[in-house]
């Protein structure tokens, strides 16, 4: 079974920088020819949102418009890790960010919930102004 576990959450003052990351278990990266992960986030009151993803076989990167440049996702096979390195933090970035894997590719779809049978339990994100 496949399970996402998010760490790295916390609060800074806008401008500040914070990493996220994601342990997988399950599975491994070289099992499968490609493999999609995600990061999204839910602020209060609004909508699950793609924030980045990666198709692993591919090396295939996708940002939404709002984090381009601030945002990097970056993958470590050898340690099935996913992670989120955001950096220029705004206070409109604040919400829950999760985890998400698909065991298939994911390409023009990286930001739709749909593609994505995993989840993990999100990790809080705060930044004040």
């Known amino acids: 079974q496949v399970q996402l576990v998010e760490s790295g959450g916390g609060s800074v003052q806008a401008g500040g920088s914070l990493r996220l990351s994601c342990v997988a278990s399950g599975y491994t990266y070289r099992g499968y020819r490609n493999v999609c992960m995600g990061w999204f986030r839910q602020a209060p009151g609004k909508g699950r949102e793609g924030v980045a993803g990666?198709?692993?076989?591919?090396?295939?990167?996708y940002y939404a418009d709002s984090v381009k440049g601030r945002f990097t996702i970056s993958q470590d096979n050898a340690k099935n890790t996913l992670s989120l390195q955001m950096n220029s933090l705004k206070p409109e970035d604040t919400a829950m960010y999760y985890c998400?894997?698909?065991?298939?590719?994911?390409?023009?779809?990286?930001?739709?919930?749909?593609?994505?049978?995993?989840w993990g339990q999100g990790t809080q994100v705060t930044v004040s102004s």
């Open positions: 990666i198709d692993t076989g591919r090396g295939n990167t």
């Open positions: 998400a894997a698909a065991l298939v590719g994911c390409g023009a779809r990286w930001y739709d919930n749909s593609v994505f049978p995993y």
